[in-house]
């Protein structure tokens, strides 16, 4: 009964994580011309998506005090305009329901004469940070949240970052966590975590950075669960 159990385990767990329509493209946002943008692709491209799955944006001054920006989307993406200086940015994409089915994974609650083999939600966070106050090495509250225990920005290529990630306000100790924040490189090799952490992860060259990390949570039995992935982006320059 367990090893049955075990298999069963293991086999929606690799269902879970292989969802290509589910959770393999990373969310994270980009500084623009006096804007920010949530991007939404992998290895560093980004791709078009409806832009009213981003919920809000949000940027933090130097004493980290929240400010809801407006956000105007557009054709595939979703943009804000930034009218006074920030150290970060926050961001929230619902990317709604999801079912797989034999015939696939589709985008949509209705699962009338689909064989439903997992269904669920998914959400997605991003976070940027743009300049270093000693207050962001703790959480700014988003419900799954990557955070930067030292300034990012000021690591070179090779350095290791010390990260915790965090559920609903406090370290979760399960999770899949990104080794390198290498934007160029495949961000979806992600290494299984446990424990409250300090993670580490390695900075890659110069440039653009990001970390991603994911986290299924169990809502009831084997077939429903819930998604959630967030990224920690930042960038690195020479000294």
Same mark, same amino acid.
């Given at each position: ?107 949509? &609650? ?5 064989? /439903?083999?997992? %269904? =669920?939600?998914?959400?997605?966070? $991003? #976070? +940027? ?66 424990? &409250? ?5 390695? /900075?890659?060259? %110069? =440039?653009?950075?990001?970390?991603? $990390? #994911? +986290? ?24």
């Amino acid at each position: 009964m367990k090893k049955g159990f075990a298999i069963m385990l293991v086999s929606l767990l690799f269902t879970v994580c292989s969802a290509a329509g589910v959770l393999a493209h990373d969310t994270w946002i980009i500084e623009e011309n006096g804007a920010v943008v949530v991007a939404v692709g992998h290895h560093g491209d980004t791709e078009a998506y409806e832009p009213e799955r981003v919920k809000d944006i949000v940027g933090y001054t130097d004493r980290l005090w929240p400010v809801s920006l407006e956000i105007e989307p557009q054709e595939g993406e979703s943009r804000a305009l930034v009218d006074e200086p920030f150290v970060a940015y926050t961001a929230f994409l619902d990317n709604e329901y999801w079912i797989q089915s034999s015939q696939g994974w589709k985008n949509q &609650r209705e699962k009338s004469g689909l064989n /439903v083999l997992v %269904e =669920g939600r998914s959400y997605k966070y $991003a #976070k +940027h940070i743009s300049g270093w106050v000693d207050d962001l090495s703790g959480p700014l509250g988003q419900r799954f949240e990557i955070v930067a225990l030292e300034d990012p920005t000021a690591l070179e290529e090779g350095d290791k970052l010390p990260v915790q990630i965090y559920y609903e306000g406090v370290p979760l100790e399960k999770a899949r966590l990104s080794g390198s924040s290498n934007i160029k490189g495949d961000t979806h090799q992600l290494n299984e975590v446990e424990g &409250r952490g300090p993670f580490h992860v390695t /900075v890659g060259p %110069e =440039g653009p950075q990001l970390i991603t $990390a #994911k +986290h299924v949570l169990q809502v009831e039995g084997e077939k429903k669960v819930a998604w959630f992935a967030a990224t920690l982006s930042f960038h690195t320059s020479v000294k």
